[in-house]
């Protein structure tokens, strides 16, 4: 039977092969495209598979990808990158800047496709020598950033397809802005959070400003609302558990001397546990009732977004034993849970799942460029590392399930 690849080997080949990612990378990067809109992507990554003499399902999830690596009868392993920017007009005056106006990958996804190929290369190098115990699936999926008309990102829809079926594990990585290179953070259990958004409509009884008890003001009543709403998490959430309720907008009225009718808010709802995630959607709907007993009245949507992405203990465990032959034990720290939301959640509950964070700062810098920023940078030395840590996860979990 052929050699196990070692760790140093394979890191190795990952750098060998590290001018292709970066290049991958880039390509991506000056022609970014929304959600469901992936088409220059998908092209790019599918020629690439094709070339690389991998099977490939195209249009999955309307613009997603799907590879089939093919080794011995072992588990079938999948992994997963997201391809899809933001609206963010880029500042930061690279060569390969975006050539889109109002259109940039302001969080990663670039990297994380060019890092699944690369991850693909040292797969199917490794099957073409006989090393590859099991089967990889490469999951290269659109829209994670938003949703369609029917409220679908790519990870529901790729879930919804068949895409993850008679997989026996999956794993994916995101880049963390403010870990240096050459570093990755994971943990059991719940790392980001279940999102969630609501729309509430303030109703009153609009008049003159100069004649307010002619009025029912939507404004005054909604100060109320917003201060029932903040002590939800103070006062109605146990504090050993976790939660966020935040109004972003308010919009009301069009003149300084109206009481306007309505007020008009939106916000958003973060939970780790389905208990926590159902206790905050019931006391928001209680707050809000505040309205009626101040004369007024209140209109609450609660639209459920991602549910929580949960690393499954188990495959926590072969992404750490891969990340710590590849980087060593000192540079695989406990990854902190965070409010921010991903749909690869959708992937962990249909198989066992693990998701890191890839440690993509300059040692050097001076600052952090944080994603959702027109400046968002990553040091390009972390590429290799990423296809790297992703191959060696699938292999580890292929070694320790035959």
């Known amino acids: 039977m052929p050699q196990a690849i070692s760790s140093a080997e394979l890191l190795g080949r990952a750098k060998a092969i590290h001018e292709d990612i970066r290049a991958w990378r880039r390509e991506i990067h000056r022609n970014p495209e929304l959600t469901f809109t992936e088409h220059h992507t998908a092209g790019l990554v599918n020629s690439t598979l094709v070339t690389l003499g991998i099977e490939t399902e195209t249009e999955v999830a309307k613009t997603g990808v799907v590879g089939h690596v093919r080794g011995g009868a072992g588990p079938v392993v999948?992994?997963?990158?997201?391809?899809?920017?933001?609206?963010?007009?880029?500042?930061?005056?690279?060569?390969?800047?975006?050539?889109?106006?109002?259109?940039?990958?302001?969080?990663?996804?670039?990297?994380?496709?060019?890092?699944?190929?690369?991850?693909?290369?040292?797969?199917?190098?490794?099957?073409?020598?006989?090393?590859?115990?099991?089967?990889?699936?490469?999951?290269?999926?659109?829209?994670?950033?938003?949703?369609d008309d029917e409220g679908k990102s790519g990870g529901m829809r790729m879930v919804e397809e068949g895409a993850l079926d008679g997989l026996d594990a999956v794993f994916g990585l995101h880049v963390a802005a403010q870990n240096e290179v050459g570093t990755v953070a994971l943990g059991e259990g719940p790392l980001l959070a279940a999102a969630d958004e609501f729309k509430l409509v303030v109703r009153g009884s609009g008049g003159h400003a100069s004649r307010p008890q002619s009025a029912i003001d939507p404004i005054q009543i909604s100060g109320m609302v917003i201060q029932a709403i903040h002590q939800i998490v103070s006062r109605r959430l146990d504090p050993l558990e976790s939660g966020v309720i935040t109004i972003s907008t308010i919009h009301a009225g069009i003149a300084s001397n109206v009481i306007p009718d309505s007020v008009e808010m939106t916000g958003t709802i973060r939970s780790y546990t389905p208990e926590t995630r159902q206790l905050l959607a019931d006391e928001l709907a209680k707050a809000v009732r505040v309205a009626e007993a101040m004369g007024g009245s209140a209109e609450l949507e609660v639209l459920r977004g991602y549910p929580p992405t949960v690393n499954d203990p188990v495959a926590t465990a072969?992404?750490?034993?891969?990340?710590?032959?590849?980087?060593?034990?000192?540079?695989?720290?406990?990854?902190?849970?965070?409010?921010?939301?991903?749909?690869?959640?959708?992937?962990?509950?249909?198989?066992?799942?693990?998701?890191?964070?890839?440690?993509?700062?300059?040692?050097?810098?001076?600052?952090?460029?944080?994603?959702?920023?027109?400046?968002?940078?990553?040091?390009?030395?972390?590429?290799?590392?990423?296809?790297?840590?992703l191959a060696a996860a699938a292999l580890e979990w292929m070694e320790t399930h035959r």
């Open 318 to 389: 072969a992404m750490r034993a891969a990340t710590q032959g590849l980087l060593g034990e000192a540079n695989v720290v406990v990854a902190e849970p965070v409010m921010g939301a991903e749909d690869f959640s959708y992937m962990a509950q249909a198989a066992p799942g693990s998701f890191l964070f890839l440690g993509v700062k300059n040692p050097a810098w001076d600052r952090i460029y944080p994603v959702h920023r027109a400046d968002f940078r990553i040091d390009e030395d972390a590429l290799p590392i990423g296809a790297a840590s």
């Open 78 to 147: 999948g992994l997963r990158a997201d391809m899809d920017a933001l609206p963010i007009f880029e500042t930061n005056g690279t060569e390969f800047d975006s050539q889109t106006p109002g259109i940039m990958h302001a969080c990663g996804h670039d990297s994380h496709t060019a890092m699944l190929l690369g991850a693909a290369t040292l797969l199917k190098g490794l099957a073409d020598e006989g090393r590859l115990p099991g089967t990889v699936r490469l999951l290269f999926q659109p829209s994670e950033e938003a949703q």
